[in-house]
T-cell receptor
Framework: QQQVKQSPQSLIVQKGGISIINCAYE??????FPWYQQFPGKGPALLIA?????SEKKEGRFTISFNKSAKQFSLHIMDSQPGDSATYFC?????????????FGAGTQVVVTP | DAGVIQSPRHEVTEMGQEVTLRCKPI?????LFWYRQTMMRGLELLIY????????DSGMPEDRFSAKMPNASFSTLKIQPSEPRDSAVYFC????????????FGSGTRLTVV
């Protein structure tokens, strides 16, 4: 049973476009929501993260939007570049005392065409 | 900082053989995690350690899998006997403690059991 549901499974976007990936969760105890970026042959790397006390967090071209009442959060990649082509995972965990025990979404493969 | 170091990068073995995967966490990180990644099941947490002590091994699929952390700078994941369904990418990750901050993945070991 997947506690974090991620969609879409894959995404193709033109260079300069906006990539949007959505995640939904059930456990209201989750209070840390990171996004990881994974390139082929590499391990996932932390991209950006949010806690539920804010509704949006922006770092460069990457923005997380968080809707606590709907138990949903999303990643927006603005001005998508070919170098953004990767697999993106959302995740959730419970607090700073979580031992790093994440629940990961299934992943979204993003392809940015030139 | 060399990051989390895993070896080997690739392993091909015959069914029934013993396989040992190795991980060196980032110096100073006292939590270590083993994950398995497959297309079907995504990223699954197998086991994690804190201060070399196993905290939760509920994700270990069956008794054929075992993990040890004899000291702060080394961990192994062993599969004996290996089966074709164990084919996956195995990741090790480490973090500075109970917090999710600084959580870092290695580059993984791609295991193929034929």
């Amino acid at each position: 049973q997947q506690q974090v549901k991620q969609s879409p499974q894959s995404l193709i976007v033109q260079k300069g476009g906006i990539s949007i990936i959505n995640c939904a969760y059930e456990n209201t105890a989750f209070d840390y929501f990171p996004w990881y970026q994974q390139f082929p042959g590499k391990g996932p790397a932390l991209l950006i993260a949010i806690r539920p006390d804010v509704s949006e967090k922006k770092e460069g071209r990457f923005t997380i939007s968080f809707n606590k009442s709907a138990k949903q959060f999303s990643l927006h990649i603005m001005d998508s570049q070919p170098g953004d082509s990767a697999t993106y995972f959302c995740a959730a965990s419970i607090g700073t005392d979580s031992w790093g025990k994440f629940q990961f979404g299934a992943g979204t493969q993003v392809v940015v065409t030139p | 900082d060399a990051g989390v170091i895993q070896s080997p990068r690739h392993e091909v073995t015959e069914m029934g053989q013993e396989v040992t995967l190795r991980c060196k966490p980032i110096s100073g990180h006292n939590s270590l995690f083993w994950y398995r990644q497959t297309m079907m099941r995504g990223l699954e947490l197998l086991i994690y350690f804190n201060n070399n002590v196993p905290i939760d091994d509920s994700g270990m699929p069956e008794d054929r899998f075992s993990a040890k952390m004899p000291n702060a700078s080394f961990s192994t994941l062993k599969i004996q006997p290996s089966e074709p369904r164990d084919s996956a990418v195995y990741f090790c990750a480490s973090s500075p403690g109970r917090s999710t901050n600084g959580y870092t993945f290695g580059s993984g070991t791609r295991l193929t059991v034929v």
